[in-house]
């Protein structure tokens, strides 16, 4: 089963309107969680690392006013797309490394964001 | 800058055909993971090589990490239709997955009954 959840799985807003979406790691702790973007058929562009109890670290490019992540808990990691126009929509997708002997990264299933 | 070049963008090959995917970069990493991710759907991890030269199998993919862990590849052997999906390389600086991770461009490979 998933050991990261990402909620919604899809979302439809009006331009202007601002549209949150949580990962959430289900069975560890999570200290860092990373917030990725995709386009069809293109990689993952990594937006910003989210950290427990600090302010996320943004990549070069990204505007921390547009996309805001609040890591409130453990276990928990918001992105809020804030004033959403349509050429945010993309795909969004969160990771978690799940600590341990056998350390993995783990996706969540990803939020298709489209902005009318 | 992308760090990691993965070749090819696009391969589209009958069922039961062999393929090769390679990732290069100049840069030295840690560890090299492989993703496999369907359409609306998070990346799947398939593998992580850590040792230069590491060779790892899983099933009919056979993963291949360079000598000076500056390129991978991923060899599929009797391609399924099932294999369909986009193929991503990954690499890492830190000692652990918690570290940020420079991903390829990512292969599209469609494999056709």
């Known amino acids: 089963g998933a050991v990261v959840s990402q909620h919604p799985s899809w979302v439809i807003c009006k331009s202007g309107t601002s549209v949150k979406i949580e990962c959430r790691s289900l069975d560890f702790q999570a200290t860092t969680m990373f917030w990725y973007r995709q386009f069809p058929k293109q990689s993952l562009m990594l937006m910003a690392t989210?950290?427990?109890?600090?302010?996320?670290?943004?990549e070069q490019g990204v505007e921390k006013d547009k996309f805001l992540i609040n890591h409130a808990s453990l276990t928990l990691s918001t992105l809020t797309v804030t004033s959403a126009h349509p050429e945010d929509s993309s795909f969004y997708i969160c990771s978690a490394p799940r600590p341990g002997i056998n350390e993995k990264l783990f996706f969540g299933s990803g939020t298709q964001l489209s902005v009318l | 800058t992308q760090l990691l070049e993965q070749s090819p963008q696009f391969l589209s090959i009958q069922e039961g055909e062999n393929l090769t995917v390679y990732c290069n970069s100049s840069?030295?990493?840690?560890?090299l993971q492989w993703y496999r991710q369907e359409p609306g759907e998070g990346p799947v991890l398939l593998v992580t090589?850590?040792?230069?030269?590491e060779v790892k199998k899983l099933k009919r993919l056979t993963f291949q990490f360079g000598d000076a862990r500056k390129d991978s590849s991923l060899h599929i052997t009797a391609a399924q239709p099932g294999d369909t999906g986009l193929y991503l390389c990954a690499g890492g600086r830190g000692k652990t997955s918690g570290s940020r991770l420079t991903f390829g461009e990512g292969t599209q490979l469609t494999v056709n009954p």
């Open positions: 090589v850590v040792t230069g030269g």
């Open positions: 989210s950290n427990e109890g600090s302010k996320a670290t943004y």
């Open positions: 840069s030295v990493f840690s560890s």
